[in-house]
């Protein structure tokens, strides 16, 4: 077993590695910019290193920095967390080149998975199906032009480097076309450095299910079940379930061994989530992130399988203790993911100093969070706050059980999205179960409105 490890991340997904970490007795070094000098995960750490400035560029992306930390500090591993360098294949290259252990797969898999215009002709080879779209990269305006009137408009033009919802355009004709290329394009520059762009048939109303999978050294991958992450805004997950409610038995099985045969097809090993678009009884791949996801937490309490403590074992190189077949799915977990946003302005984020807090808890409930009472959440990094799961033994129990969670959360200091999620989670479509990933925008002004009713009641009162 690994006896002490890095972790290059902050936050939540940080305190995360760092329980998993203890209770398999290993050592922790935070490695933390400057702006994080205070958080919890730095606290709690077995040792902490200061790698730079706040600037994720010159810290927390900073592969020197982390590599020269953890020698220094006698670690065997580093954990990259998700964000970041967590999909990085030339980080997993040189970990394994200094000698420490890479808590996620090789540089090889990470490679063939990541560029996700190359990984949609890996898949489609290893026979897992795919959105019609452009052969590989699109590489002008003419180009995507001629691939969009061979699939169809609408399209969606997508960064090949793309993550976390950026670098994605829609097009609805070849009017729109030029355009939606040139800002895609500028985008994905911007946000990961890379502008090759793709193009895949606009899917009407999908619902986005994923599923996740782990595979051992010793060439044994296996699926956790699936999660349904089709309430987002923009591209971006909001709330997340595990299972995906209303798949038969048979859908969700052709989609879990599809997903074993997308890992296998990399060379997978670790932690990993195979995403795919659901059209009716039809499913395409869409992308595989080589990394712990944010939503991981949900597939943990139906599964009673902690994934991360499995990522470290695995990365001590030991085999998989369970297989397949003894994997069970019990009841229904939901996630809200409280984000430090503004709803009266355009949900923007609007992150701060934590005057006053209290989570939720109880019987089935877990929390996710590095905040505490007066801490500051940093405008340096993303705007989550907290993440708040809910298990029940049915999926109304869920529901009914992460609407008392959501009632119980109190964060002042800064504006969150926790009401809009609880108007969601009353919303007679996401009840039923029926939620696409057009649902939140389409319904965005109705569950508003209402939250504004609520709150003017508040005040009479
Ligand atoms: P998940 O896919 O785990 O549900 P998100 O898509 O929300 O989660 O991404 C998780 C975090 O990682 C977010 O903070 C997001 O900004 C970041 N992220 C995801 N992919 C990339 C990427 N390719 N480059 C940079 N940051 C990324
Ligand atoms: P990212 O790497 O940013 O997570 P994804 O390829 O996973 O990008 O797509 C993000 C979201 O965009 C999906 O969850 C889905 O809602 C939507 N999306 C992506 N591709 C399509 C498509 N071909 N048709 C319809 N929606 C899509
Ligand atoms: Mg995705």
Same mark, same amino acid.
């Given at each position: 077993?690994?006896?002490?490890?890095?972790?290059? !991340?902050?936050?939540?997904?940080?305190?995360r590695?760092?329980? #998993?970490?203890?209770?398999?007795?290993?050592?922790t070094?935070?490695?933390?910019?400057?702006?994080?000098?205070?958080?919890?995960?730095?606290?709690?750490?077995?040792?902490?290193?200061?790698?730079?400035?706040?600037q994720?560029a010159? &810290?927390?992306?900073n592969q020197?920095?982390?590599?020269t930390? #953890?020698?220094?500090t006698?670690?065997?591993g580093?954990?990259?967390g998700?964000?970041f360098?967590?999909?990085?294949? =030339?980080?997993? =290259?040189?970990?394994?080149a200094?000698g420490? #252990?890479?808590?996620?797969p090789? /540089?090889?898999?990470?490679?063939?998975?990541?560029?996700?215009?190359?990984?949609?002709?890996?898949?489609?080879?290893?026979?897992?199906?795919?959105?019609?779209?452009?052969?590989?990269?699109? &590489?002008?305006?003419?180009?995507?032009?001629?691939?969009?009137?061979?699939?169809?408009?609408?399209?969606l033009?997508?960064? &090949?480097?793309?993550?976390?919802?950026?670098?994605?355009?829609?097009?609805?004709?070849?009017?729109?076309?030029?355009? #939606?290329?040139?800002?895609?394009?500028?985008?994905?520059?911007?946000?990961?450095?890379?502008?090759e762009?793709?193009l895949?048939?606009?899917?009407l109303?999908?619902?986005h299910v994923?599923?996740?999978?782990?595979?051992?050294?010793?060439g044994?991958?296996?699926y956790?079940?699936?999660?349904?992450?089709?309430?987002?805004?923009?591209?971006?997950?909001l709330?997340?379930?595990a299972?995906?409610p209303?798949?038969s038995?048979?859908?969700?099985?052709a989609? /879990?061994?599809?997903?074993?045969?997308?890992?296998e097809?990399v060379?997978?090993e670790?932690?990993?989530?195979?995403?795919?678009?659901?059209d009716?009884? !039809?499913?395409?791949f869409?992308?595989? !992130?080589?990394?712990?996801?944010?939503?991981?937490?949900?597939?943990?309490l139906?599964?009673?399988?902690?994934?991360?403590?499995?990522?470290?074992?695995?990365?001590?190189g030991?085999?998989?203790?369970?297989?397949?077949?003894?994997?069970?799915?019990? /009841?229904?977990?939901?996630?809200?993911r409280?984000?430090?946003?503004?709803?009266?302005?355009?949900?923007c984020?609007?992150?701060?100093k934590v005057?006053f807090?209290?989570?939720?808890?109880?019987?089935?409930?877990?929390?996710?969070?590095?905040?505490?009472?007066?801490?500051?959440?940093s405008?340096?990094? =993303?705007?989550?706050?907290?993440k708040?799961?809910?298990? /029940?033994?049915?999926r109304?129990?869920?529901?009914?059980?992460?609407?008392?969670?959501l009632?119980?959360?109190?964060?002042?200091?800064?504006?969150?999205?926790?009401?809009?999620?609880?108007?969601?989670?009353?919303?007679?479509?996401?009840?039923?179960?029926?939620?696409?990933?057009?649902?939140?925008?389409e319904?965005?002004?109705?569950?508003?409105?209402? &939250?504004?009713r609520?709150?003017?009641r508040?005040?009479?009162?």
């Amino acid at each position: 077993m690994l006896k002490r490890v890095l972790i290059a !991340n902050r936050g939540e997904i940080a305190l995360r590695v760092l329980r #998993a970490c203890r209770e398999l007795g290993i050592e922790t070094v935070a490695a933390y910019s400057e702006a994080d000098a205070e958080a919890l995960h730095v606290q709690l750490a077995t040792e902490a290193v200061c790698i730079g400035p706040a600037q994720a560029a010159e &810290s927390y992306l900073n592969q020197n920095a982390l590599l020269t930390a #953890a020698l220094a500090t006698g670690c065997d591993g580093i954990h990259p967390g998700y964000g970041f360098l967590s999909e990085n294949a =030339d980080f997993s =290259d040189a970990c394994g080149a200094a000698g420490l #252990a890479f808590i996620g797969p090789s /540089g090889d898999a990470i490679r063939k998975a990541g560029s996700k215009s190359a990984a949609r002709e890996l898949m489609r080879s290893a026979g897992v199906p795919v959105t019609p779209g452009s052969n590989g990269p699109v &590489s002008s305006v003419e180009e995507a032009l001629a691939a969009a009137e061979a699939v169809g408009y609408p399209v969606l033009l997508k960064a &090949s480097a793309g993550g976390g919802g950026r670098g994605i355009r829609r097009c609805g004709s070849g009017k729109d076309l030029p355009a #939606a290329y040139a800002g895609a394009k500028a985008e994905a520059a911007a946000c990961f450095g890379n502008d090759e762009m793709y193009l895949e048939k606009l899917v009407l109303r999908p619902r986005h299910v994923e599923v996740q999978i782990l595979a051992d050294r010793q060439g044994h991958t296996v699926y956790l079940g699936d999660r349904d992450c089709s309430v987002q805004r923009r591209n971006q997950k909001l709330l997340e379930e595990a299972p995906a409610p209303g798949l038969s038995l048979e859908l969700r099985q052709a989609m /879990g061994r599809a997903a074993v045969r997308a890992a296998e097809a990399v060379g997978y090993e670790g932690a990993g989530t195979v995403e795919f678009l659901l059209d009716g009884e !039809n499913f395409y791949f869409m992308e595989m !992130n080589t990394r712990i996801q944010v939503e991981h937490g949900v597939t943990e309490l139906v599964t009673g399988v902690d994934l991360v403590r499995q990522q470290l074992r695995i990365a001590s190189g030991l085999p998989l203790d369970f297989r397949q077949e003894d994997v069970r799915i019990q /009841g229904c977990a939901l996630e809200c993911r409280v984000n430090a946003e503004d709803p009266s302005r355009d949900f923007c984020p609007c992150p701060g100093k934590v005057e006053f807090l209290h989570f939720p808890g109880g019987a089935g409930v877990r929390v996710d969070s590095c905040l505490y009472n007066g801490c500051t959440l940093s405008p340096y990094y =993303d705007s989550l706050a907290a993440k708040v799961l809910a298990h /029940g033994t049915t999926r109304l129990e869920a529901i009914r059980k992460m609407r008392r969670c959501l009632e119980e959360f109190t964060l002042e200091g800064f504006p969150t999205n926790a009401e809009l999620s609880y108007e969601i989670l009353f919303h007679p479509v996401f009840v039923r179960g029926r939620c696409t990933t057009a649902f939140l925008e389409e319904h965005l002004p109705e569950l508003l409105d209402f &939250s504004r009713r609520v709150g003017e009641r508040e005040d009479e009162v």
